[in-house]
């Protein structure tokens, strides 16, 4: 079992920058893949990002590549996402998740999630 709680989201202008974090209990933190999820209103949740379980392998959505990185630090049980030149479109909850898998892009699989933060960005 893994619990997540997602922190860092507000409100940024646009070419902003924010940084959340994803804070995970179980010891089987380090074994997990970790994804960032967003989503809007009347839309399917996406994948934006996830870093495998030793953070050597990593996806990028292309809506987002060059902008945001992810990253883990397994030895506090915590998954970062920076988040640099927001855009409006990038308003979003960001919801992280855990897969039982060492490294999955298959959002069925990501198990374990978290409540979501609020990204909201202003033109």
């Known amino acids: 079992q893994v619990q997540l709680v997602e922190s860092g989201g507000g409100l940024v202008q646009a070419g902003g920058s924010l940084r959340l974090s994803c804070a995970a209990s179980?010891?089987?933190?380090?074994?997990?893949?970790i994804g960032w999820f967003r989503q809007v209103p009347e839309k399917e949740r996406e994948l934006v990002t996830a870093?495998?379980?030793?953070?050597?392998?990593?996806y990028y959505a292309v809506s987002v590549k060059g902008r945001f990185t992810i990253s883990r630090d397994n030895t506090k049980n915590t998954v970062y996402l920076q988040m640099n030149g927001l855009k409006p479109e990038d308003a979003a909850v960001y919801y992280c998740?855990?897969?039982?898998?060492?490294?999955?892009?298959?959002?069925?699989?990501?198990?374990?999630w978290g409540q979501g933060t609020q990204v909201a960005v202003s033109s």
């Open positions: 998740a855990a897969s039982t898998l060492a490294w999955t892009t298959a959002t069925g699989l990501y198990r374990y």
């Open positions: 179980g010891r089987a933190f380090k074994d997990y893949a």
């Open positions: 870093i495998s379980a030793s953070g050597r392998s990593t």
